[in-house]
């Protein structure tokens, strides 16, 4: 772990077009999710360019509303090696307002039917009036990254 990075890496034996897909699936995202925070896709479209806007209900006990809505802006769309996307909210104007924060997965084939999937969480962006908020980064315990890849891992072998 970097200063204002984690990452997880993982080796599934699975095409890379196979887990890219299922990664631009948001239906699939809260099979993924390792906290158990990731309830729905709002929006079901599957992700297919860079700029792309997608929705996700969630869930955090800690959140003031316990459930609650995330906006997610695809920030990196480049099949089937990489994809990735900004996280924010919504606010009541419909303006979207992204916190700085990324979720990236880098996919690297190893062969016809293997990929090595890196998974990182990057808040070094956050500007520091979202930081005096006192959210903490990662907001999550170490082990989400690889709960996380370990249910990619069951999702794309059809487990």
Same mark, same amino acid.
């Given at each position: 772990?970097? *200063?204002?990075?984690?990452?997880?890496?993982?080796?599934?034996?699975?095409?890379?077009?196979?887990?890219?897909?299922?990664?631009?699936?948001?239906?699939?995202?809260?099979?993924?999710?390792?906290?158990?925070?990731? *309830?729905?896709?709002? +929006?079901r479209?599957?992700?297919?360019?860079?700029? *792309?806007?997608?929705?996700?209900?969630?869930? %955090?006990?800690?959140?003031?509303?316990?459930?609650?809505?995330?906006?997610?802006?695809? %920030?990196?769309?480049?099949?089937?090696?990489?994809?990735?996307?900004?996280?924010?909210?919504?606010?009541? +104007?419909g303006?979207? !307002?992204?916190?700085?924060?990324?979720?990236?997965?880098?996919?690297?084939?190893?062969?016809?039917? !293997?990929?090595?999937?890196?998974?990182?969480?990057?808040?070094?962006?956050?500007? *520091?009036?979202?930081?005096?908020?006192?959210i903490?980064?990662?907001?999550?315990?170490?082990? %989400?990254?690889?709960?996380?890849?370990? %249910?990619?891992?069951?999702?794309?072998?059809?487990?």
């Amino acid at each position: 772990m970097d *200063q204002e990075r984690v990452s997880a890496t993982l080796t599934v034996a699975v095409p890379a077009a196979r887990v890219f897909a299922v990664l631009a699936d948001p239906t699939a995202h809260a099979a993924i999710d390792g906290t158990g925070w990731v *309830q729905e896709a709002a +929006d079901r479209a599957p992700l297919t360019e860079a700029g *792309q806007i997608f929705r996700m209900d969630m869930y %955090h006990p800690g959140h003031p509303d316990g459930d609650y809505r995330v906006v997610n802006k695809v %920030h990196m769309f480049d099949p089937p090696r990489t994809i990735g996307w900004l996280t924010g909210t919504e606010k009541g +104007d419909g303006q979207l !307002e992204f916190g700085g924060w990324i979720w990236r997965y880098d996919l690297e084939p190893l062969g016809p039917s !293997e990929t090595e999937v890196t998974l990182t969480y990057d808040w070094s962006a956050v500007p *520091q009036f979202i930081r005096d908020r006192g959210i903490q980064f990662p907001p999550f315990g170490p082990d %989400h990254l690889i709960n996380s890849l370990r %249910h990619l891992a069951e999702l794309v072998s059809g487990r």
